[in-house]
Every structure is written in C-alpha cells, then in structure tokens.
C-alpha cells in the first residue's frame, strides 16, 4: 500500500474525476436559458392581462425550467406548456410560490402533467379561484420522455 506509484495513480484518478465534474458544471453554465414564454400555451389567464416569462434549458434528457406567470385570472384551471414531456408525470412535483385572487398561497405546487405543467393551491389537487389576481412562479427540472 505504501508503493509511490499506487499512490500516484490514485492521486491522478481522484484528480481526473474532479476534472469531469468541473466539465459538467461548466457544461451547465454554458447552456443558455430558451425563452418559450411566446411559444407557450397558457391556460387561466385573460389575454389582455397575461404577463409570463417561461425559460427553459435541456442538458441531454434532463430539463430544467425556471417560470414566472401573473395577470388576471379567469379560469381555475392553471397550466402552461413546454416542449418536452416529462418521462414519468406522475413523480414531477415541485413547490412553488403562488397567488390567488390576492392572496399569498404557501402551499403551491406545480405538476407535471404531460403536455401541460399543472398549478394548484395544495398539495390536495385545490384549483385556483377563477378571478383576481393570479401569479404563479418557481423552478423545476424532471427527466424528458
């Protein structure tokens, strides 16, 4: 164990699989944000209200998306779309921050449906009031079909 040459070599494989990382979050960096906000479906919104900035980006089958919605509601229902589906809907959940006819909603969460990213006010499936001020926004990623 004590041989300079064994050690050497797992200095050297230690310091190459640093390397790769360090490539991978370059790699990350280097991708640019796509901006699919004029691109996007967006149900929940009036037209003439709708302010939405959705921006995503595909680093091999994973998809990163980073979304930001506000106008006034005139539907429960709360979706927008993207252009890649998620392998499995159904474990695509994340939180995020939502408003709703006004008011401040911590519980909000964003789901995967495909083709459609699904909003509700909790974690039990409650839709959004279909009036008033409604703003949605947060980050997700989930793994492309």
Known sequence: MNDPSIQLLEKFRALQRRLEHLETLETLAIIPWRDYSGSSTFVGWSAGTLNASVKYKLIGKLLFCQYNIYGTSNNATTTFTLPYISLDAANMLATCAAQDNGAIISNAVAYG????????????????????????WGQFFYETA
């Open 113 to 136: 449906g495909n083709p459609n990213i699904q909003f509700y006010k909790d974690w039990n499936g409650t839709a959004f009031t279909a009036s008033g001020a409604k703003r949605v």
